[in-house]
Every structure is written in structure tokens, then in C-alpha cells.
């Protein structure tokens, strides 16, 4: 049975596309006659243009987003499912991208796309076969639904078919658009084609009939219709004049103007797009927006049209998955929307920094997006100086270190805000002193206190309430920064040192 349905699978995957070999081997899935009077079948269906695009469009999205197996939040790469879904549906004989694809178009078409899972004889899945959907039925058995093979005795159960349905009204499989909601919007559109195709072909010029007083015999009629006659001519060149004897030229019908036929191909791929979901700028279609911008248009191509087929083959593809795996949720299997999203390179780079230091992302994993190979140490989440993990603050923290901590940061702070200061009393006290002859140098270091004391308290004063200090200590402060003068021209003691003494006189810690 096994090598049967393998046959039946290869027929329906090597003609599935080709529409004269599929009408050869025995004719479309279904027909319908439309209101317009034109019979509507999946091969003409398809030979819209706008319809033909829209479903090639859905389904190249979903055969092209990849889908991982995972394990908790680690892909599960040595899971028996993993090749089947990301790579190979049948090891390089079926991408898994045709895979999704060619279901995707027979859901569209025909409402229903299915898929057998061969498994071995430990029961893992090891191949992914495409099933003509002409030759599948669904009845209940007991209490459950299985599926039924033509021309096969036998059945499978549930958990051995992939089934992706399009619209249904009964949960147990999709409606045949040909047959039932689609076959008018369709009809017209063929109608429309037609008429345009016949249009043309008479170069462009209505019908039109010949109009006669006189008696028209078969003589007559034949000399008008020979090579040299004047209606040969016209047809060959519908731009010539013809020239009739004894006889005028009437037009039978409307001209392409005066039936809109612009207008109604345009009306008609808009109800196309309807019909299938889609935006009207997905079919290269004209018209208001029903969003502000472009980029508003195709989140809402992602979300509704493309987001329902997705899920679809999330869910068939648990059935890869043991038994336990989907009762224990230890493994599921989700598509790769990331892969929708693409934005510019400057807008993504902005969002993969702002994930990698937030921290949410990984850097490794940021560069696998960006399609570049790993890094030393880019498997530990980067710890941005504002936050701290969870892992070093303690389950009960002693109130006496947190105040510490605060203590010590606050003193950081105020060190720093002081070492500024002392800089740039520095760099005034360096000048005046390489302007000084060394026969003078004891007369500048003696009155620096008084040259130059003021200054330096002044600029002081707004940090020491800052800091916690007193005023009234104030005055020592000059004190402690010239000493550093005492000796030497270069001023060599570093501010941060001086800042600290600093903050220790004006806080009454003063050795």
C-alpha cells in the first residue's frame, strides 16, 4: 500500500503545476459555470493574471518563511522533524519551501492541500509527500475522521495526513472556491479577458455588417469577400477605408470606450484581491489605501493574508512530533515570522543594538539575523551599568550593605564633580607659574593665598552643600590645593587625589 501511495504521490508532485498535463490526466478538480456563461475551472481560473498572482504571491510567502523545531527556547537541530520542515521535505528530491508551497496552492484552488507522513519503523518521521487532492476524501469512521485514498481500500488517521484547508463552514475541510464562492468573480474576469482578446484580435474595431438596397446574390457576396475584395482587405488592415458598391458598412456593437473595459478589468482585479485577501498593490493594482502608508499596507498583507496559513502549518506540523513532546509542550514548531519583517539596513541595525543591549538578544544571535558568524563571548547577554541580574542581588539583601552601596556611589560622584574643579584651579595655578622667573618663585608661592584664594573658594563653594560638606570649611580649602604648588612648577598630583582629600576636609574627616 506503501508503494502505491508513493506512486500517487509522485504523480501529483511532478504534474501539479504543469495545468495541460494536469487537465490530461483526467481533467480539473472541479468546474462550474458562472454567471457571465463561462465555464470556470482551476486551469482557467489560473489564466487570470491577477488571480494566478495573488495565489502564486501567498504561497511563495509561506513556502519561503522558514520554520524551526524547538525545544524550549533552543532549536532543536538533531530532531528527526528539524530536516523536514527548514530543509528537505524528501531528501533532495523536495525543498521544504515546494513543499509549502504546492499545499498552499491546492488549498487555494481546490480549498483543501494534504500531505502524507512517511514514517520508519521506529515511527519518526523521515519524508514529506505531496497528495493530489482530487483523489482524497474524508469520512467519519467510529468517532473519528480519516482520510480515503482513491482507488485504496484501505485508510489513514489523522495523525499520518498533513491537511491545510482553505475556508470552510464545518471544520472538517475547505469549500471548493470553483465551485461555490469564487466561481462568479472568476467567470466575469474570464469574461473581461475574452472579450478584450477577441477585442484585439479584430484590430480593434467593433463588428460590424453589411447593408444593402439591392438584391445580394452569391456572386456578389463573393467578389466583396475575395482576396482583392474590399472586406478581405479591411480585415487584413482594419485601418483601411473599404470601399463598397452600392453597398454601406454598419457597426453592430459598442466600442471598447463605451463598454469601460478598463474600468471593469480594473473593478474586476480589485474583487480578485478581495477574493483572496489581499491588498490591491499586491496585484499591481491602483486605488485608494486603506492605510497611511505603504508600510502600514503590507504589515496588514503579513497579518491577515499571510498570518492564517502560517498557523495552519504550525499546527499540522505538530504531527512530526511525538505523542509526549506535544502533551508535555517540550517541543513545538514555529514559523520564522522575523523573516516577514525585513526593514531597511540602518532601521535594523537599530533595533538588533537596541535587543543586544537591552538585554534581550544576544550578540550571536543578533549576528546570525545579520548573516554573520559568531564571536568569542557572544553567547552572554551584555549587562548594560543601569541594570543588574536577578542572580547578584541576594534573596533578602542586608539593609546595611544597600546603604553602603548608596553611600559609596554618592561619594563616586561627588569625587568626580570636585576632581573637575580641581582641574581647572590647577591649570590656573600651572600658568601663572610658568610665568614666574625663578628669582621670584618664592614670592609667588607665598602669596598664592592671597592672589588667588577667593577664586578658588568661589568656584568650590556650590559643591560642598552638594557634597554634604560645611561652609565653614571652606576656607581650607585653598590650603590643600596649593601645597600641591610647593616645590615644583609641574603640577603633578593627580585631581582625583586632591578631590578626595577635599571632600574629606569639607566633611570634617580632615587627618
Known amino acids: 500500500m506503501i508503494k502505491w501511495l508513493r506512486r500517487l504521490a509522485k504523480r501529483a508532485t511532478r504534474y501539479g503545476y504543469d495545468l495541460a498535463m494536469w487537465a490530461a490526466m483526467g481533467g480539473s478538480l472541479s468546474m462550474s459555470v458562472s454567471s457571465s456563461g463561462f465555464v470556470v475551472t482551476r486551469d482557467t481560473a489560473l489564466k487570470v493574471a491577477a488571480y494566478k498572482r495573488g495565489v502564486q504571491l501567498i504561497s511563495d ?61 521506529s515511527m519518526r518521521p523521515v519524508a514529506l509527500w505531496i497528495l493530489d487532492p482530487r483523489k482524497i476524501s474524508q469520512k467519519i469512521v467510529g468517532r473519528r475522521t480519516v482520510y480515503v485514498i482513491e482507488g485504496n481500500t484501505g485508510y489513514f488517521e489523522p495523525h499520518e495526513i498533513m491537511h491545510i ?55 456578389r457576396w463573393a467578389k466583396m469577400q475575395s482576396q482583392s475584395g474590399p472586406l478581405k482587405r479591411a480585415i487584413e488592415n482594419p485601418h483601411e477605408i473599404p470601399v463598397l458598391e452600392k453597398a454601406e458598412l454598419k457597426t453592430l456593437n459598442l466600442s471598447a470606450q463605451q463598454t469601460q473595459l478598463l474600468e471593469a478589468r480594473e473593478f474586476s482585479l480589485k474583487d480578485v484581491a478581495n477574493l483572496l485577501g489581499l491588498p490591491v498593490h499586491k496585484l499591481q493594482g491602483t486605488g485608494n489605501s486603506s492605510y497611511k ?4 499596507e503590507n504589515r496588514s498583507f503579513r497579518d491577515d493574508s499571510l498570518d492564517p496559513w502560517l498557523v495552519q502549518f504550525e499546527m499540522e506540523y505538530q504531527k512530526l512530533l511525538t505523542e509526549d513532546e506535544q502533551l508535555t ?18 532601521d535594523r541595525a537599530e533595533i538588533l543594538y537596541k535587543n543586544v543591549g537591552g538585554p534581550i538578544m ?72 610658568q610665568r614666574t622667573k625663578p628669582d621670584e618663585w618664592d614670592e609667588f608661592r607665598t602669596s598664592l593665598a592671597e592672589k588667588h584664594g ?29 601645597r600641591a604648588c610647593i616645590g615644583t612648577v609641574a603640577i603633578e598630583v593627580e585631581p582625583t587625589t586632591l578631590a578626595t582629600e577635599i571632600l574629606s576636609l569639607i566633611r570634617g574627616k580632615a587627618q
Not at 166 to 174: A, I, P
Not at 293 to 296: A, D, T
Not at 457 to 478: E, I, N, W, Y
Open 61 to 121: 510567502y509561506i513556502g519561503k518563511t522558514p520554520f524551526h523545531v524547538k525545544q524550549g527556547n533552543q532549536k532543536a537541530i538533531i530532531h528527526p522533524a528539524w530536516q523536514l520542515v527548514r530543509k528537505w521535505a524528501r531528501w533532495h528530491e523536495l525543498s521544504a519551501f515546494e513543499f509549502r508551497r504546492v499545499l498552499t496552492v491546492h488549498a487555494i484552488t481546490t480549498g483543501n492541500g494534504y500531505g502524507w507522513i512517511e514514517r520508519d519503523d
Open 165 to 219: 484547508k482553505g475556508m470552510g463552514v464545518d471544520g472538517f475541510g475547505g469549500l471548493d472556491p470553483i465551485t461555490t464562492y469564487a466561481k462568479d468573480v472568476l467567470g466575469l474576469a474570464i469574461a473581461q479577458q475574452n472579450y478584450a482578446t477577441s477585442y484585439f484580435a479584430s484590430g480593434g474595431t467593433p463588428s460590424t455588417y453589411v447593408k444593402t438596397e439591392d438584391y445580394l446574390d452569391d456572386d
Open 293 to 296: 502608508s505603504l508600510e502600514e
Open 329 to 346: 509542550e517540550s517541543h513545538d514548531v514555529e514559523a520564522v515570522r522575523e523573516s516577514l519583517t525585513r526593514t531597511n539596513m540602518k
Open 362 to 433: 544576544l550578540p550571536n544571535e543578533g549576528r546570525e539575523i545579520l548573516g554573520l558568524p559568531p564571536v568569542a563571548g557572544g553567547d552572554e547577554l551584555l549587562k548594560p551599568v543601569n541594570m543588574t541580574p536577578d542572580s547578584q542581588n541576594p534573596t533578602d539583601p542586608d539593609p546595611n550593605v544597600a546603604v553602603d552601596s548608596q553611600r559609596a556611589a554618592f561619594d563616586g560622584y561627588c569625587v568626580s564633580a570636585l576632581a573637575d574643579v580641581v582641574a581647572r584651579m590647577q591649570k590656573r595655578v600651572h600658568l601663572q607659574a
Open 454 to 482: 577667593d577664586v578658588v573658594k568661589s568656584a568650590f563653594k556650590p559643591l560642598v552643600q552638594l557634597c554634604g560638606g560645611d561652609l565653614s570649611r571652606l576656607d581650607g580649602v585653598p590650603d590643600v590645593l596649593f
